[in-house]
């Protein structure tokens, strides 16, 4: 089971006022990162068409998670860094600046989409990307998150949303 000692933490990192969780810990024991994909899967009986990893930390999740439901995986990147032209983009006011997104458009046209993220904070980011895949015709849209800073409005900013959480703080 992962617990919120399996983190190192950084305080005023990348500015001052927040809190980083820092996975590394994880990744480096074969045991706890293993653990922590079981801990991101859906509840038994939900319906999921494809797997998308949110950049970058989502990315080192979502593969794994997707590769263990049978399902393929859509990256959700920084804009300007996914190549094509049917993209969907988007924008989100995060902690400490903004964040632009892009997905491509049919990956997630009509699937039932499972969105995994390092950490959900004030749910700026899971908020832009939901509302992005909804606009590519996603059929659903459900979250699992390594973390949940339980005092911040993540939660709220995702109502109406499955969420699954590892581990909250």
Known sequence: MITIDDFDTYPDFPIEGILFYDIAPILASPERFREACIQLMPPTGSQVD???????????????????????????????????????????????????????????????????????????????????LERGGAASVRFSFLIEIGELPGREALEGYDITSVVTV
Do not use: N
């Not at 049978?70 to 983009?89: F, H, Q, S, T, Y």
């Not at 989100?92 to 959900?120: M, P, Q």
């Open 50 to 132: 494809v797997v998308a990893g949110v950049d970058a930390r989502g990315f080192i999740f979502a593969p794994v998670v997707a590769q263990t439901l049978d399902v393929g995986m859509a990256m959700v990147r920084k804009k300007g860094k996914m190549p094509g032209v049917d993209l969907l983009e988007s924008s989100a006011e995060i902690e400490y600046g903004a964040r632009d997104l892009a997905v491509s458009a049919g990956s997630v046209e009509g699937k039932h989409v499972l969105v995994i993220d390092d950490v959900l904070a004030t749910g700026g980011t899971a908020r832009a990307v939901a509302e992005m």
